[in-house]
């Protein structure tokens, strides 16, 4: 795999496929693509060659890398910004894409995916992951206020977002209200007025094609 | 990545290494020093492995055994020291990351941690016990793994266990991947460590080289399925259209491949058994007079007007029935061809009839949980209708538009689900449709009986012209291009959902290309017969001709006269290389046709609308012509009735599979092309749920229709007298029977004559009967068993639905108190830790009371669970500073510095 290949190491690649869904061409594959993009180092303590900004120093920064001792570690801790993630073609018309961002980032303010982040990702969104694993990330992702569980607030914003931006395809107050307490009535076992993981993963598991539609493929 | 706002639940389930725990969690002051006296040679031990060798990333893989006793003894000596400043620094560095961590808890892990949950009390208890076994072997300074119990022995075994299912379970766990790889390094290196151990007894060699070849062996699976999935072809062509066209798209492209697949081993089966041992080891071209071009057409045999209509020397070659030689053996090999021809001819169905059936009941089995859809349409609506596939700003509209308009729909629906005003109107449509349908296929049945009929008269006739000649191939290609719009636009008047109205108009244009086949057979049966009827004419010619060729006078009787040149044989009509020809050129007219459709209708429409949409007086691309859409439904009654043909010629021509493969190949290539350069994706984006095994069924009937004449063929009529490699005989299945009585010891000739019989088929059709009935009971009454046990579980739902809202508000209030008891803790523990070692060793109860919580409804109450861990492994900060380091206690490490990070809210 020429230069790709050799960044990560083999231990590391064996070990990331166990830890991931994903096969060694999509791991390479991956990597690639975020040493290709240019890079924003987001933390000040881990000083990169990229400092200097546009894609010439980051053209730089993967000449570099390979001479360069630590370049494993680089690779892995440079953090690629959510602007960046957000236009990737994939992504670019899912009207979850803050969301998944936003659940998959480890970084303290959620703004930026390092490598790991963006492997864990594509894992969860592979075609081999397990349904529950799905899930438990689409739960995440539906919940906008990270609380925990799906409520009121958080449905309506889901149904804003699967209607998309145009104002004619909104729905109207009533239209929602009456779609939320369907949805409720559906799915809220135990009635206390949100869904929580354990009820969306049971609606969930009875769906036919959502492991199928849940997925992207880089 | 060590400074990830990580949920305190998710730590808790973190066996971190780096950190030792005690198992008594009441009293800090014990639990703090004296298991870290205990423990700390071992933690020592295995972190000194570690940091003898600091580039290491990973533990060496190689050797699942410990180092041997005394040498790691004097490690830990030599290590202790470093530890004690890396285990302080570490906690220091682990203070300030904490500060920068802001306050905000993801959302709280539930089920994964419970499992997780469950497990940490148990192995924190194994600890304790197998501290307080070793403490004195360890006092004296004994060798560490050399002397264990039978109750150790077992509770590692089981911990073991335990770390294996980690292992093997790690990659379906909702966690960050730092996390994940520090879980998995941990686990890995605890079974290397023991189960070398535990091996020891019985043989140590013999378990590290089973260990070993057992990683090889996942490695090498690894490997082979990585192979195999760079192995798939197109595979990501078909994902660039599933993620601009929608899965229903892809879903006729995925179909395309696996027909692909499949010819692909039929032509293997055919050339290889078939062609290659006839071109090899077969008389030469021009030998006898099968093998020859008649002097007749020598002069306009190589043509290219008469190779096009595979006469000339393309009639006269391996790619059809006539070619073959009736010799029994041929070549040294003295390889049986009629036999093979015969045998190859029957598997060739028999694959096929396999390998359809199998995908159709591997498609089932997953998609057997179904049944339940109905009670969750709005939440199926709302959590699974977006496809994360979609890639493309367009396809995101119409989807967006298509979503709207079932949210719409469906809360109209629920509305007005008792008001039906519409009812009779729709059903009037549907029907009108229908009658209008049936009129269309009516009318093209008749055309085409009525071409086929005024064929007949032509080919009696000479000197017809190229269109009388083709007709029924151009009338045929006609209504295969013109009724599928047609059939689509009354369909519109029926208002179906997209995939039911796809069904519908797969069944209906199956039945008109039903239609035309079988109106195409049917005539060609009849000109099969009418050859038959010349054929006992043209064998007496022949006898003739040879027996006056001989036989003549006027010729030196005693030189031996040259034999009758092959050419100048007559010879009969060979009525199945006639329809192995008509068979190869319906197919290839076929891929000339879909081509240039696609090429006229698609690609050069595409180019007009978009270029002149510069100077049009309307908006081209919105308004009439626009782009097309591709066309699913005709797409996929091409391939399965292209399939259908190739599997009713190949038995007369055994070149047709290899056509059909290249035609394939082609097609795949450029559809591909035409999809992505000029096809817009459907106005209703709509998922090909299990429409595949549709497909596949429509394949299965398809191939059992073509099966029957060729049958009937081989059953009925009887083979050409003077060509392909059943000549001679009464019927072709002939061959067999000659096969068995001359190659075969006589008794299995018995055996088959006695099988023949039909006193043994018939109680045999019979009782297949019965165990097709018995089994069709069996399932039927195991479903209804599910639906009864389903409803079982629904009515228990309903019971526990308030006990379960009652239960998880209690049990958040319980695990409350624990979190504020275990702080506590936690606090003194820190005093106390300073002193003794760095390694710090806190623990609290609450994980017992934890793992019996169901996981449902109390986020709160995970936020306070403690951090266990069993497994002191401390990393050298250099290697990977983010994911190696000995994580922190989480929560009583922050209560205690009192720097702590904003607490999430409860």
Partial sequence: MGGSGSRLSKELLAEYQDLTFLTK????????????????????????????????????????????????????????????????????????????????????????????????????????????????????????????????????????????????TQLSASEMKQLIDNILEESDIDRDGTINLSEFQHVISRSPDFASSFKIVL | MSRQPKSLGEEAGSGVRGQV????????????????????????????????????????????????????????????????????????????????????????????????????????????????????????????????????????????????????????????????????????????????????????????????????????????????????PWEMKIKDIESHFGSSVASYFIFLRWMYGVNLVLFGLIFGLVII??????????????????????????????LWDFEGYIKYSALFYGYYNNQRTIGWLRYRLPMAYFMVGVSVFGYSLMIVIRSMASNTQGSASEGESANFTFSFKMFTSWDYLIGNSETADNKYASITTSFKESIVDEQESNKEENIHLTRFLRVLANFLIICCLCGSGYLIYFVVKRSQEFSKMQNVSWYERNEVEIVMSLLGMFCPPLFETIAALENYHPRIGLKWQLGRIFALFLGNLYTFLLALMDDVHLKLSNEEKIKNLTHWTLFNYYNSSGWNESVPRPPLHPADVPRGSCWETAVGIEFMRLTVSDMLVTYITILLGDFVRACFVRFMNYCWCWDLEAGFPSYAEFDISGNVLGLIFNQGMIWMGSFYAPGLVGVNVLRLLTSMYFQCWAVMSSNVPH?????????????MGLLLLVLFLSLLPVAYAIMSLPPSFDCGPFSGKNRMYDVIQETIENDFPTFLGKIFAFLANPGLIIPAILLMFLAIYYLNSVSKSLSRANAQ??????????????????????????????????????????????????????????AGKKAQDPGISSSASRITLPVSQHLPVSRPPGVRPDSGQPRPQTHPWRSASGKSAPRPPH
Avoid at chain 2, 282 to 305: C, L, Q
Avoid at chain 2, 683 to 695: D, G, Q, W
């Fill in chain 2, 789 to 846: 046990l389903r409803k079982k579980i629904q009515a228990l739902r309903e019971v526990e639905k308030s006990h379960k809202s009652v239960k998880g508000r209690t049990t958040a209030r319980d695990s409350e108190d624990t979190a504020k008891g275990n702080s506590k803790n936690a606090t003194q523990l820190q005093l106390t830790k300073e002193g003794t070692t760095p390694h710090s060793a806190s623990q609290s109860q609450t």
């Fill in chain 2, 277 to 306: 041992p006839e071109v090899l080891m077969g008389v030469p071209y021009g030998s006898i007079p099968r093998k020859t071009v008649p002097r007749a057409e020598e002069e306009k045999a190589m043509d290219f007007s008469v």
């Fill in chain 2, 21 to 232: 725990r005690s198992g008594s969690p009441g009293t800090g002051d014990r639990s703090g020093r004296r298991p870290s006296k205990k423990r700390a040679p071992r933690a020592e031990g295995a972190a000194g492995r570690r940091g003898a060798q600091p580039g290491q990333k990973e533990r060496a893989g190689g050797s699942p055994g410990p180092g041997s006793p005394r040498r790691k003894q004097a490690e830990r000596r030599r290590h202790r020291e470093e530890l004690g400043e890396r285990g302080r620094s570490s906690a220091e560095r682990t203070c300030t990351e904490r500060r920068k961590k802001d306050g905000r808890t993801s959302l709280k892990e539930q089920r994964a941690p419970s499992k997780k949950e469950k497990e940490v009390p148990r192995k924190e208890e194994t600890w304790k016990r197998l501290k307080k076994h070793r403490s004195p072997s360890l006092a004296s300074s004994a060798s560490v793994g050399e002397s264990l119990s039978e109750e150790e022995l077992a509770r590692i075994l089981e911990q073991l266990e335990d770390k294996k299912k980690l292992i093997a379970t790690v990659r379906s766990k909702p966690w960050p991947m730092a996390k994940k790889l520090t879980e998995l390094r941990e686990a890995q290196e605890f079974v290397e460590k023991y189960e070398g151990a535990l091996g020891k007894g019985k043989g140590k060699r013999l378990y590290a080289y089973r260990m070993l070849m057992a990683k090889k062996w996942v490695k090498f699976k690894r490997d082979f399925d990585n192979f195999k999935t760079q192995c798939i």
């Fill in chain 1, 25 to 168: 061409q999509e791991i390479l594959l991956a990597n690639c693509w975020l040493l290709l993009h240019p890079l924003h180092p987001s933390g000040s303590s881990r000083a990169s060659p990229s400092t200097v900004p546009g894609t010439q120093a980051h053209r730089r920064f993967c000449e570099l890398l390979p001479q360069e001792h630590r370049s494993t570690e680089e690779s892995l801790h440079t953090r690629v910004s959510l602007e960046q993630i957000l236009s990737l073609p994939e992504l670019k018309a899912n009207p979850f894409k803050e969301r998944i961002c936003r659940v998959f980032s480890t970084s303290p303010a959620r703004d930026s995916l390092s490598f790991e982040d963006f492997l864990d990702l594509l894992s969860v969104f592979s075609d081999t992951a397990t349904p529950d694993l799905k899930s438990h990330y689409a739960f995440r992702i539906f919940d906008f206020d990270d609380d925990g569980t799906l409520n009121r607030e958080d449905l309506s914003q889901l149904v804003n977002c699967l209607t998309g931006p145009g104002e004619d």
């Fill in chain 2, 683 to 695: 106005e209703r984006v709509f998922k090909a749920s299990r429409s595949n095994n549709f497909y």
